[in-house]
């Protein structure tokens, strides 16, 4: 395939000129006419890697055969001289400080687009095997039972949605698991608090809130009588000793947590495969223990705790167990390792987590490294902090911004704007449309934005019809339907043979942007960044609108135009909807 035929030469010619395969080759397309089709840099990684070598003295005794490279520029006149014969490159150029851009040859257009046109028949573009023979298993949205989602749990829930599309998409044996936080002394605490206080029937009513009242009140008591703390201490202990009254207590509270949770993962189209809790690894720390104290990994630290010491001296040890007896966050965490590489047998793991837990997956990870736990290979892929805007969403005098809050509000003012836009759909269609709408809206300005930086909320910026936002891409989605269904299926257009013509600008632009979403299905991955994607799609759908704006489609000149403008709208909407898919985005049929 062209990007590929392209970037194999570009990669063997590499290897001629520098003896080694460069680990990767990026191929962009260029949104600049006037700066060829595609344009790499892989002149400047070159250089630079020579550069790390050491150093070529122009005639002196380790000059190589194949020359002496300083500049980047100097590389990318190398490269071009060495790129061999062929009819895919019509022109080449150097720019700036040594990008290649590339001007591709009709040929090579029509090649590209009648195998873009096959694989988008056969529904297998974007569809790659990287992953082949490969189980991912993630950790992603993991809210803690007995209290609301708030928002940060979107973040987990909503980026890790898109991780975990984008591995399928990859080819990986997918398991999904959801981390519940449903273990530790808080429980015991509000095991207490629900035998003093509590009613059933009340909880039972308004679950969450209710249990979060009687938390609360548990620590306000708490202060007055510092023995409750003793006795919430005591509670855990029945429940970590098995009490079979306080584990169905528990069993309960988590239960009526996952039906609240249940509600929002329903909203968001999100679903997984286990529920490991953190009380799933209740019986399966304490060999981790012993086995690490009988090693010397696990050792005692200060004041009775046992812990396992970092490399680095400045970096505080893990806590593994504390003088009392009681196991922490990170002995779970680490039983959850060993639960997924020994009896999952899976390949990578992946931890969608925020910043906050930076550290401490630094020391989960080398724990688990030092306890021999590595048959997997483990990531912690971090994220910013939600940033409300003055007026944005009002947090409740300090309290979590409420996720079912947040989706409330987004289907309103998506129903709000579709109403102004004096909608011809029906009551229940406007009401569709909000929900797609809005959801929609919600999860593209999360997935839009770099996770390593802050996130910023901005509701006239995410359901704005014009921006990088999940209306704008949808609404160019229907317009790709409302284009296909004014032809009538049986004349369904087939273009076998792309014809012998010369494309327009906006016809090869959408070409050149099409063909390089299976490369941006990759680099998301590859770095975990849904938001390469979004941009992506952003460009896709502007490029579109360029071509439907200046050419005619339907009523184009002749009948090889009007069929390869009708094969590009298809294979346009057929990337929009897979690269929406893979973000978890709906699309709808009109709006
Ligand atoms: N339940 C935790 C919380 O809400 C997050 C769990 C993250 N995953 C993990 N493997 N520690 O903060």
Redesign the pocket.
Known sequence: MLTEDIKQMLSTTIKKLTGKVPESIHLEPSDNPDHGDFSTNSALTTSKQLKNKAPLVRGGANESEQGVFSSPREVAEELIAALPENDLISKTDIAGPGFINFWLSDKAYREAFSWLNNKIDQNSFGVLDIGKAQTAIT?TS???VAKPMGVH?LLSTIIGQSINNLLKTCGYTLIKDN?L?DWGTQFGKLTYAIKTWGHMEVIKSDPIPELLKLYVKFHEEAEQNPTLEDQGRMEFKRLEEGNPESRKLLQWIVDLSLTEFQNIYDRLGVDFDLMNGESFYEDKMESIIKEGVRKGIIVEGEKGALIIPMNDPNKPPAIIRKKDGATL?ATR?LA?IKYWQDELKGDLGI?V?DIA?KLYFEQLFESAQKMGFTKMKQVHIDFGRMEFPEGGMSTRKGKVVLLEEVLDEAERRAYEKIESHDSELSEQGKHELARIMGIGAIKYNVLSQNRNKNYTFDWNQMLSFEGNSAPYLQYAYTRTQSILKKVAEDQNPRLDDPQLRVYEPEEKQLIKTIISFEDIIKRSLENYKPNLLCTYLFELAQSFSQFYNNLRILDAESEEEILTRLQLVKDTAYVLKKGLEILGVEVPERM
């Open positions: 950790d993991h809210p803690n749990h981390y936080g966050y965490d959850r931890n987590v837990q």
